[in-house]
């Protein structure tokens, strides 16, 4: 039952809070809905759940349209593929996924004026992956000194997903690396560490992360 999984990932993430010394309800949780049908979204809906996140831009467009009396806020966290960046900058409240400057610049070009400026993450590759998308650390203070200058979309902070690790301390690590490097770069204001999943979100929020991103713990396992 979607409403019973939300209420103990909410449990989960609250307790992780008090232990590790956290403003009570600093982490958001983003509930990653990418594969899962209309009737899920609106089922944790019902339940409180109001941020969701997308991978697939045509897929949340076709949910997007079936769940409009739904006052939701969506976030894209998948791959940007230059085609899709004017219908992501239109019909998406974040992008968590922003690897490159062109991609930042499209996003900006192509946010309509009416809308409020688009909140958007960069990708980091913290683990050096060669598998995933992201910049370097060493890539981050540039980006983010260009991205900052651009008007229609606001820079809140960064997205990561490190190799898995199935032990704690090894889960913290990575996280720890990149909010270092975060520190460094207080001009730029960010507030947003978009990191930790179903597997590590206790030692992504032991680390400071403000937004975790849940699918499988609350959905089930994806098709």
Known sequence: ??????????SQIKQAEIRYHRTPDSVLLLAVSKTKPSADIAAAYQAGQRHFGESYCQEALLKQGEL??????WHFIGPIQSNKTKAIATHFDWVHSVDSLSIAQRLNKQ???????????????VSNESS????????LSQLCEQVAKLPNIKLRGVMTIPAPEDDFERQRQPYKTLVQAIRKLDDFKLDTLSFGMS???IAAIAEGSTMVRVGSALFGIRD
């Open 132 to 139: 995933k998308s992201g910049i370097s650390l060493n890539e």
């Open 68 to 73: 409009g009396a739904y006052a939701i806020t």
């Open 199 to 201: 597997g590590d979100l």
């Open 111 to 125: 946010r309509p004026t009416h809308l409020a400026p688009l909140n958007i993450c960069l990708q980091v590759n």
């Open 1 to 10: 039952m979607i409403s019973s999984r939300l209420k103990a990932i909410l």
